[in-house]
């Protein structure tokens, strides 16, 4: 009887092990993890709109008024530039790494004149930029990021019907490449 | 003879089982630690971070999420009442009260399991600050229901129990040190089935 019930507290002690196991390693291994989803839609250096209904990747916009549009990107080779014009009533961007953590995020009002205009950059790209800026960034923000890898997403506002067009337009003229000295 | 695999696999059994079985409810239970909590609304400011503790950075990989930023906004959801009664579709509730400072925000119903009810073009199934209709002192009373009714409705068809979800875009309150005394809407039962 003694030895059942040692043999119980044991697999409790290993249970309280492999929960710790569990949690810090899941997100390593869960495969439907947003990047991994992101990077399942084949589109880099492009937004994606997403639709109402989840696509094959389980992605989709949730909120009724809130139009979604994903990017995933990669600055090893260059930096990434994003830009997105047109007058909607609410925009918002994040930019995650690839252990969707974030990175950076701003709206329309931390934006100069309302409009996007990012680029990120790992550090030593960055201090090449700053070194000799060139005079297609002078009113980009520039952003530094440790990780390679990640995604942005792009959210605009239409909060009644007739704003659909515009947010629509908005999102399909936004554009995230990489950026390239001419 | 066969005591000691017999022990063995009970202490195999016990690590496995309860191992699995603790992980998977704890990620299914919450959304992690360092939550705000007003009434039956909660928020996760800190869950898209980096310094989102472990049971976060578990949860949001498993969901898959696309989650708001700090700058963006924050989302509280409720799954209950004030009484801290479940959210049923059977009932209706008056959602009444003033949101936290924000600079639009809004509001619809999910599923238990988090995915937005579309009732159909023709029903209410969202309200924004926009469209919300106010009293004079911008308070403002939101009635979801399976049934219609005057001023704000909030058609809910779906069967079970369901969340509220509310959406702040732009809001110092993401950024909340909990010096800010914020107040939510208030969630309170009306009635239960055709009453």
Redesign the interface.
Known sequence: MR??L???V??????????I????A??QF?G???Y??VLDLLEMDSFFALS?EPGPT??RN?????R?A?CSFSVADAPTRFIARGSV??W??????S????V????D??AVNGNLDLVVATPIQLVELRKSPPEALAQSIMIEMGDEDGYA?L?A?A??GSFDEEVRDFLTESSCGLFRRS | MLRIPFLVAITLAFAFGGGIASSVWALKATAGFGSIAIGPWVAFPQAQTATADPYAKAHRARAGDLLFGGAEGLVFSAATDDSGARLSSDCSYDISGITPPARFWTFYATTADGVTLRPGPDLPAAINSWTVLRAQDSSFVIHASAAAKPNNWLAIRHSGSFKLVLTLLDTPTAGSSGLIDLAMPKIIKTGCGNA
């Open positions: 030895s059942l040692f043999a119980i044991v697999g409790l002690v290993g249970a309280t092990l492999l929960h196991v569990i949690v810090l899941l997100p869960t439907r993890d947003a991994t989803r109402a389980g992605l949730s909120d009724p008024f809130l979604t994903v009533p609410f918002s961007l994040s930019i995650f790494d252990g969707s953590n974030e950076f995020s701003m709206n009002q931390t997403v959210r506002l909060p009644l």
